[in-house]
């Protein structure tokens, strides 16, 4: 579900039309809806319902302060993976003991600076991290809260690129060693062990790989407790995927989710944690550009829009799909045409779509990137010195520019030249 749709002919954010944007901030620019964001939220707290738990926004989908913002005031907690996530996090007024912090290489400044800020865990990746966090710790006279993430294992059934779950990815311990990091852990005066981090990976379209997981989780909690290890946390990460073209097959539900949770969890008594992103932010933004030509070549037409791949990469490194739609609204029975839909960048692989058949359109005409708000802008460069694009929040009938484009006399001058040059 979004809020973005077509209104007398027009494409609309919630109550306002999308061309009505474009024409104040100019093109490409990055538009989200604050109604599905917060809905998306919603679905899953409620799908927890029952038990003691928290929905931690995952950051790292789309971090702007205006959306967690927004998040935040629904409720959520935040899944930070740096020291920058952090300081987001705490500029917009998260509390620490909502912030859990994510991550394969947390440096020892991130880990004094989430101690001097507070945090309510660190999810532990390896036993290195747990050395360093103990030490950190017991210096600034703390005790770190700690979950170990553990590797059940499990194929995601997802792209290679995002799936964390399998044992050779780079992704928490080996669920067979973890009694004997556990203990280590317990032995590490700076460390309260509270429970167990699980999370096997991104664009998740069917749950099953999920119960699997969690189902070894749960066993392995036994375990821990039989052992002495007051386990009371479990964080089970997110991955539930969003469909990226309006003819998939729809992934499980929030709802389907949360019953699959209980089910397989419920009975242990334990505080759950989840840390959706792309399901909150992902169909609650688009990306909107502007046709700069229609180019015919030796086999086919190519689309030749402003926005490229430094502006939404994930075609370019995920072979990933978005519908790509006319702002203007076609006319039922309109013309098809096929297009290579390319951006201005000088690669190749500035391409977001080959043989796509779409409403003809024509220079000057807009077109949509639909379910472009997670992964998007949070993702994009200066690549060849294009500026960044701007982001703007939609709230029914009154929209913000969030982040504003630069100039390119701003960005020109970050650098900064030697005196000998």
Same mark, same amino acid.
């Given at each position: 579900?979004?809020?973005?749709?077509?209104?007398?002919?027009?494409?609309?954010?919630?109550?306002?039309?999308?061309?009505?944007?474009?024409?104040?901030?100019?093109?490409?620019?990055?538009?989200?809806?604050?109604?599905?964001?917060?809905?998306?939220?919603?679905?899953?707290?409620?799908?927890?319902?029952?038990l003691?738990?928290?929905?931690?926004?995952?950051?790292?989908?789309?971090?702007?302060?205006?959306?967690?913002?927004?998040?935040?005031?629904?409720?959520?907690?935040?899944?930070?993976?740096?020291?920058?996530e952090?300081?987001r996090?705490?500029?917009?007024?998260?509390?620490?003991?909502?912030?859990?912090?994510?991550?394969?290489?947390?440096?020892?400044?991130?880990?004094?600076?989430?101690?001097?800020?507070g945090?309510?865990?660190?999810?532990?990746?390896?036993?290195?991290?747990?050395?360093?966090?103990?030490?950190?710790?017991?210096?600034?006279?703390?005790?770190?809260?700690?979950?170990?993430?553990?590797?059940?294992?499990v194929?995601?059934?997802?792209?290679?690129?995002?799936?964390?779950?399998?044992?050779?990815?780079?992704?928490?311990?080996?669920?067979?060693?973890?009694?004997?990091?556990?203990?280590?852990?317990?032995?590490?005066?700076?460390?309260?062990?509270?429970?167990?981090?699980?999370?096997?990976?991104?664009?998740?379209?069917?749950?099953?790989?999920?119960?699997?997981?969690?189902?070894?989780?749960?066993?392995?909690?036994?375990?821990?407790?039989?052992?002495?290890?007051?386990?009371?946390?479990?964080?089970? +990460?997110?991955?539930l995927?969003?469909?990226? /073209?309006? *003819?998939?097959? %729809?992934?499980?539900?929030?709802?389907? $989710? #949360? =019953?699959?949770?209980?089910?397989?969890?419920?009975?242990?008594?334990?505080?759950?944690?989840?840390?959706?992103?792309?399901?909150?932010?992902g169909?609650?933004?688009?990306?909107?550009?502007?046709?700069i030509?229609?180019?015919?070549?030796?086999?086919?037409?190519?689309?030749?829009?402003?926005?490229?791949?430094?502006?939404?990469?994930?075609?370019?490194?995920?072979e990933?799909?978005?519908?790509?739609?006319?702002?203007?609204?076609?006319?039922?029975?309109?013309?098809?045409?096929?297009?290579?839909?390319?951006?201005?960048v000088?690669?190749?692989?500035?391409?977001?779509?080959? +043989?796509?058949?779409?409403?003809?359109?024509? /220079?000057? *005409?807009?077109? %949509?990137?639909?379910?472009?708000?997670? $992964? #998007? =802008?949070?993702?994009?460069?200066?690549?060849?010195?294009?500026?960044?694009?701007?982001e703007?929040?939609?709230?029914?009938?009154?929209?913000?520019?969030?982040?504003?484009?630069?100039?390119f006399?701003?960005?020109?001058?970050?650098?900064?030249?030697?005196?000998?040059?």
């Amino acid at each position: 579900m979004d809020h973005f749709l077509y209104r007398n002919g027009a494409l609309h954010a919630e109550d306002v039309p999308v061309a009505e944007i474009a024409a104040a901030v100019g093109t490409p620019f990055y538009v989200y809806s604050t109604a599905t964001l917060l809905r998306h939220f919603q679905l899953f707290d409620e799908a927890l319902e029952g038990l003691d738990h928290l929905v931690c926004y995952a950051m790292k989908a789309a971090s702007n302060q205006a959306i967690l913002k927004t998040l935040a005031k629904a409720g959520a907690g935040m899944d930070v993976v740096s020291g920058g996530e952090y300081m987001r996090a705490k500029a917009v007024g998260v509390p620490g003991d909502k912030i859990v912090f994510s991550g394969v290489g947390k440096t020892a400044a991130e880990i004094r600076l989430a101690l001097e800020g507070g945090i309510r865990q660190f999810n532990v990746e390896s036993e290195p991290e747990m050395e360093v966090l103990d030490a950190t710790a017991r210096a600034m006279g703390q005790v770190a809260p700690i979950t170990i993430r553990v590797n059940p294992d499990v194929d995601a059934r997802t792209h290679a690129k995002i799936a964390t779950g399998k044992s050779e990815n780079k992704f928490g311990i080996p669920i067979s060693r973890a009694k004997e990091v556990y203990a280590l852990a317990a032995s590490m005066p700076g460390l309260d062990v509270v429970g167990i981090d699980v999370h096997i990976g991104s664009q998740l379209t069917d749950l099953v790989p999920f119960e699997l997981a969690y189902r070894k989780v749960a066993e392995l909690t036994t375990q821990l407790r039989a052992e002495g290890h007051d386990i009371r946390r479990l964080d089970l +990460g997110g991955g539930l995927g969003i469909p990226y /073209a309006r *003819d998939n097959q %729809a992934p499980p539900l929030p709802s389907d $989710y #949360g =019953a699959m949770v209980k089910r397989t969890l419920g009975h242990l008594g334990c505080e759950i944690e989840i840390e959706p992103g792309r399901l909150i932010a992902g169909n609650a933004g688009i990306m909107v550009s502007e046709v700069i030509y229609v180019k015919s070549g030796e086999d086919r037409d190519f689309l030749i829009i402003d926005g490229a791949m430094n502006d939404l990469i994930r075609p370019a490194m995920y072979e990933a799909y978005h519908d790509i739609v006319p702002v203007v609204e076609p006319a039922p029975g309109a013309e098809q045409a096929t297009f290579d839909i390319v951006g201005p960048v000088c690669e190749t692989g500035d391409t977001f779509a080959r +043989g796509r058949q779409m409403p003809a359109v024509t /220079a000057g *005409d807009l077109v %949509a990137f639909r379910s472009a708000g997670a $992964y #998007g =802008a949070v993702m994009s460069s200066e690549y060849n010195s294009r500026p960044l694009i701007p982001e703007v929040l939609v709230n029914g009938d009154q929209f913000a520019v969030i982040r504003r484009r630069p100039t390119f006399d701003e960005m020109i001058n970050r650098d900064t030249i030697p005196e000998w040059l």
